[in-house]
């Protein structure tokens, strides 16, 4: 028993020399070359202790370094306890493993692999072909038991070279503890565990259960405080955006399960999202997207379930900018990339299983602006949203479940809009009623420039109404009905072209417009004080033709042109009533010298029954003044427009000052206009767009002023023609028809009607007794015979019918005192002077019948007869006393109308042998 004792002391005494001493000698020698074998690191350890009874290991202070000389890991204290009675039980056991201030470096290579992988590879090439040996023949693994694991003030230095950009994280302190933990199934017996790393400011937080076999995990995650950059280097390769600030806290309750499928469910998840901000390149010097927080409660998932909820989702003031560059691209768009139009035939195709079911709650978005920059036209636009506020009501993948919305916002430059309704996803319906008050029309100006050479110097926008859309066929319709209008507008041209188009107010109600059929249908429109400013610059283009631009030309012309036989009727439109309050309209003509100006003013009246589709009937009666004091009243009725339907309008004005028109007087006429007054009775029937119309002038005893110089005015006497037109009242009553196709552009009513004035003027300065033809025709004469009257030759006895030719001609001078008659006797000398010898003859008895009168005439043709010198010219000059004095005293034509002119001696024969003495008229 002694030597047993002796023998069990020694032993005892070897295995505690060995366990105190040997053991801690050989691990500090051999785990420094192992190191270096198996990794290639050079490794140190201050000290190494074991204690042999209470199976505990103890090491102090530990550095090891890579190849390259970098440190790679070390610690100041680690303690593994190992658990004696386990090992009875076919299980290794830890009581205790504590690790106090552990380093470790993890690398990312640019490869993808980790730099503790690369070092054992480096220094184990054999060791890869063994690993599948092993790998080939899976044997049972070992019973491991962890008591109680923790980690104490750690660090982590992890380095990212997978990237372009290198970058590296600090993790301190890393805190690790693990409680209870067993590879190998327990009833209800699982491990606890807490985790809490730091980087900077940013924490992680982690804490459940957890078993191994079975796998299973419950338990909560807190990501706090998760900076933009940290995110930035991770998301970059995905994202195809900028982040340049935010942070992020995401905290979830978890429970996870692994077996014959792998099972995750969250709930009472929480996302935060501070002080976000997103630039779309890195050369964007502002982001193009920044939100103060983003907030989201109630954050659920089931993978198994595959099902997914949300509870509400409040972001506060959000701020998007979108602009669209000159090549038409939005830049959101171009931040994109290609990425949208990567094939996705690698893609594996997808298995048919349960649909996904998801759910949120609401959307509630808050102090939100958005701006919209456009330069795509010669003019950035610039429209910014301030204020916005969204709010959505429950959304899930029922998306034929109507989806309530609310929608309000101010404009930057004036005004508010707002919306509400529901709306449906699939099939898509939309909803809801739309207001808007104060909305500056200078907003559109840039895309008004495109289209038309305007700018809106003022004007605002006010609408009320609902909007309803359905898609759920194609193609889309939609209604929207309520009432519009337009306040204090006023345009120009650009370039300072003076005001164009203005008006207090236009309101449009009811208004009815309909998306697919097009149909828009006005109850009353209402425009209130209009102003027109029309005016011809000196080049002879009016400046509203400057409003379409060229590029707007061949977008008009398909709008004009005519629809194929047999296809839809496209745009219809109806509008109930027009009402004109208060308007006006200035005209201005710069090319006469001095410029021509006047104005309708007071213009008011109704237009009813405006339509494009037939039957229509229309009504118009509009009134108003021009030049201040001539009353002007239209009225008719109005055809379906662009149809083939006639309409029938009559305008009426009188009492015009002449004065107004003396400029174009002065043009055409050559003469301006002292006194006189003007008035109209037009006369128009429009069918399609050919035009027929009945132009009557009134002109009240006008009075030319002094003459104008102009290289357009008539040559012709326009003061006889004048006075050839004037009665005896001092009026012009004539009546000019005109006809045309109002789609010509060479057409324009206005100069025809001035043509045909001019035209008439000319033909009467030209022909003067055609413009007596009304009396001449009511006495039985053509108008040329009051042109001159015939006498029986050699006599002053006037031929048949012409002393009724005479009271013809002695009433147009009676109506016409400005009219001047020229009365220029005269003789045929052959039928006169015959006429004359005759008588001579006669007088002495001689024979004037037969061979004997022939013989006369052949010698009186030879020279050996003749008459006294002076017979024929007192002919003459009797014959143009006697018409005078006829005219005169039987006729009462005042002395002051009628002139002798220098007899005549060639005056011609007429048909009937009689000779005729020729008038010309003038005027005073």
């Known amino acids: 028993m002694r030597n047993l004792l002796i023998g069990l002391g020694g032993l005892l005494g070897l295995y505690t020399l060995a366990g105190f001493l040997a053991l801690p000698w050989w691990l500090a020698r051999t785990l420094p070359d192992q190191l270096e074998q198996r990794m290639g690191w050079h490794a140190e350890v201050e000290s190494i202790r074991f204690n042999p009874f209470a199976f505990s290991l103890e090491a102090d202070t530990f550095a090891a370094r890579d190849a390259d000389g970098e440190p790679v890991t070390s610690f100041d204290h680690l303690r593994v306890n190992l658990s004696f009675l386990h090992l009875f039980r076919g299980i290794i056991g830890f009581e205790e493993i504590r690790l106090v201030e552990p380093d470790v470096r993890v690398d990312l290579l640019n490869d993808g692999g980790i730099n503790y992988v690369r070092d054992w590879r480096a220094a184990n090439p054999e060791s890869e072909d063994a690993a599948a040996e092993d790998a080939s023949e899976p044997g049972e693994p070992p019973k491991l038991y962890f008591q109680q694991v923790s980690l104490e003030g750690g660090e982590l230095l992890f380095r990212?070279?997978?990237?372009?950009?290198?970058?590296?994280?600090?993790?301190?302190?890393?805190?690790?503890?693990?409680?209870?933990?067993?590879?190998?199934?327990?009833?209800?017996?699982?491990?606890?565990?807490?985790?809490?790393?730091?980087l900077g400011d940013q924490v992680i937080e982690w804490e459940g259960d957890l078993s191994i076999t079975p796998l299973y995990s419950a338990g909560r995650?807190?990501?706090?405080?998760?900076?933009?950059?940290?995110?930035?280097?991770?998301?970059?390769?995905?994202?195809?955006?900028?982040?340049?600030?935010?942070?992020?806290?995401?905290?979830?309750?978890?429970?996870l399960a692994g077996g014959d499928s792998f099972e995750l469910i969250t709930s009472e998840g929480q996302l935060t999202v501070q002080q976000l901000a997103l630039a779309l390149s890195a050369q964007d010097q502002e982001?193009?997207?920044?939100?103060?927080?983003?907030?989201?409660?109630?954050?659920?998932?089931?993978?198994?379930?595959?099902?997914?909820?949300?509870?509400?989702?409040?972001?506060?003031?959000?701020?998007?900018?979108?602009?669209?560059?000159?090549?038409?691209?939005?830049?959101?768009?171009?931040?994109?990339?290609?990425?949208?139009?990567?094939?996705?035939?690698?893609?594996?195709?997808?298995?048919?299983?349960?649909?996904?079911?998801?759910?949120?709650?609401?959307v509630e978005l808050t102090g939100g602006q958005v701006r919209w920059r456009d330069q795509v036209p010669d003019t950035e636009a610039d429209i910014a949203l301030n204020n916005l506020t969204v709010t959505l009501g429950g959304l899930s993948h029922h998306l034929e479940e109507p989806i309530s919305y609310r929608v309000s916002s101010g404009l930057a430059a004036g005004g508010r809009f707002s919306m509400a309704g529901q709306l449906t996803p699939t099939p898509f319906t939309f909803e809801g009623g739309l207001s808007g008050s104060d909305i500056p029309l200078s907003l559109v100006q840039p895309y008004v420039r495109e289209q038309a050479n305007l700018e809106l110097v003022s004007g605002r926008l006010a609408l009320d109404g609902n909007?309803?859309?359905?898609?759920?066929?194609?193609?889309?319709?939609?209604?929207?009905?309520?009432?519009?209008?337009?306040?204090?507008?006023?345009?120009?041209?650009?370039?300072?072209?003076?005001?164009?188009v203005s008006w207090e107010l236009l309101r449009l109600a009811p208004v009815e417009f309909n998306l697919n059929p097009a149909r828009l249908e006005i109850g009353t429109v209402t425009l209130n004080s209009p102003v027109v400013n029309v005016i011809r610059a000196a080049d002879g283009l009016h400046n509203l033709q400057q409003i379409v631009n060229a590029s707007g030309s061949s977008v008009e012309s398909e709008q004009?042109?005519?629809?194929?036989?047999?296809?839809?009727?496209?745009?219809?439109?109806?509008?109930?009533?027009?009402?004109?309050?208060?308007?006006?309209m200035a005209y201005a003509d710069r090319t006469l010298e001095p410029p021509f100006s006047t104005a309708f003013n007071n213009l008011a009246g109704t237009v009813t029954g405006i339509s494009n589709v037939p039957p229509q009937q229309g009504q118009v009666a509009i009134a108003g003044q021009l030049a201040g004091v001539a009353p002007v009243r239209f009225d008719g009725t109005l055809g379906a427009l662009g149809t083939e339907e006639p309409s029938n309008l009559h305008l009426t004005m009188e009492d015009l000052a002449l004065p107004v028109l003396s400029p174009y007087f002065g043009r055409y006429l050559g003469y301006s206009v002292d006194?006189?007054?003007?008035?109209?009775?037009?006369?128009?029937?429009?069918?399609?767009?050919?035009?027929?119309?009945?132009?009557?002038?009134?002109?009240?005893?006008?009075?030319?002023?002094?003459?104008?110089?102009?290289?357009?005015?008539?040559?012709?006497?326009?003061?006889?023609?004048?006075?050839?037109?004037?009665?005896?009242?001092?009026?012009?009553?004539?009546?000019?028809?005109?006809?045309?196709?109002?789609?010509?552009?060479?057409?324009?009513?206005?100069?025809?009607?001035?043509?045909?004035?001019?035209?008439?003027?000319?033909?009467?300065?030209?022909?003067?007794?055609?413009?007596?033809?009304?009396?001449?025709?009511?006495?039985?004469?053509?108008?040329?015979?009051?042109?001159?009257?015939?006498?029986?030759?050699?006599?002053?006895?006037?031929?048949?019918?012409?002393?009724?030719?005479?009271s013809a001609l002695a009433a147009a001078l009676r109506d016409r005192p400005e009219l001047l008659l020229n009365i220029r006797g005269g003789v045929a000398s052959e039928a006169d002077a015959l006429a004359l010898l005759k008588k001579q003859m006669e007088a002495r008895g001689e024979d004037v019948t037969g061979d004997a009168w022939a013989q006369a005439q052949q010698a009186w043709r030879d020279g050996e007869r003749s008459l006294p010198p002076e017979a024929l010219g007192r002919l003459a000059s009797d014959r143009g006393v006697a018409?005078?004095?006829?005219?005169?005293?039987?006729?009462?034509?005042?002395?002051?109308?009628?002139?002798?002119?220098?007899?005549?001696?060639?005056?011609?024969?007429?048909?009937?042998?009689?000779?005729t003495v020729q008038f010309t008229l003038d005027v005073r």
């Open 160 to 198: 990212d070279f997978s990237q372009e950009q290198a970058a590296e994280f600090r993790v301190a302190p890393l805190d690790l503890t693990l409680n209870d933990l067993a590879t190998w199934p327990r009833d209800g017996s699982d491990s606890q565990y807490s985790v809490m790393a730091a």
């Open 675 to 806: 006194s006189g007054k003007l008035g109209l009775a037009l006369e128009y029937e429009i069918t399609g767009t050919r035009l027929k119309a009945s132009n009557e002038v009134i002109l009240d005893r006008m009075e030319l002023g002094a003459a104008v110089a102009s290289d357009q005015a008539i040559n012709a006497p326009v003061k006889l023609g004048l006075a050839l037109l004037t009665d005896r009242n001092g009026v012009i009553d004539v009546n000019l028809p005109i006809q045309g196709d109002l789609s010509d552009p060479q057409f324009s009513v206005g100069q025809i009607v001035m043509r045909a004035f001019v035209n008439l003027l000319m033909k009467a300065a030209a022909s003067p007794f055609s413009m007596l033809g009304s009396l001449a025709e009511f006495a039985g004469f053509s108008s040329e015979e009051l042109g001159y009257v015939s006498f029986v030759p050699g006599t002053v006895q006037l031929g048949q019918d012409e002393v009724e030719k005479l």
């Open 467 to 500: 909007l309803d859309l359905d898609g759920q066929d194609d193609p889309l319709t939609g209604t929207f009905s309520g009432s519009a209008e337009i306040t204090g507008l006023d345009t120009r041209l650009p370039g300072g072209g003076g005001e164009l």
């Open 287 to 362: 982001p193009a997207l920044s939100i103060d927080s983003v907030s989201v409660e109630g954050i659920g998932f089931d993978l198994t379930g595959r099902e997914a909820s949300i509870g509400m989702v409040a972001i506060e003031q959000p701020s998007v900018t979108a602009v669209r560059k000159a090549n038409g691209e939005i830049d959101w768009q171009a931040s994109l990339g290609n990425r949208d139009a990567v094939s996705d035939e690698s893609a594996p195709e997808p298995q048919a299983s349960a649909p996904f079911r998801w759910s949120v709650q609401g």
């Open 883 to 915: 018409i005078r004095r006829l005219l005169e005293e039987t006729h009462d034509v005042s002395d002051k109308q009628l002139f002798l002119l220098d007899p005549a001696r060639d005056a011609p024969v007429d048909d009937q042998g009689n000779v």
């Open 221 to 255: 995650l807190k990501l706090s405080g998760l900076r933009y950059d940290t995110a930035a280097h991770f998301l970059g390769p995905y994202l195809p955006w900028q982040l340049r600030e935010g942070t992020v806290t995401l905290e979830s309750r978890y429970e």
């Open 560 to 584: 004009n042109a005519e629809p194929p036989e047999g296809a839809d009727p496209g745009f219809i439109f109806r509008i109930g009533e027009l009402v004109l309050e208060k308007g006006s």
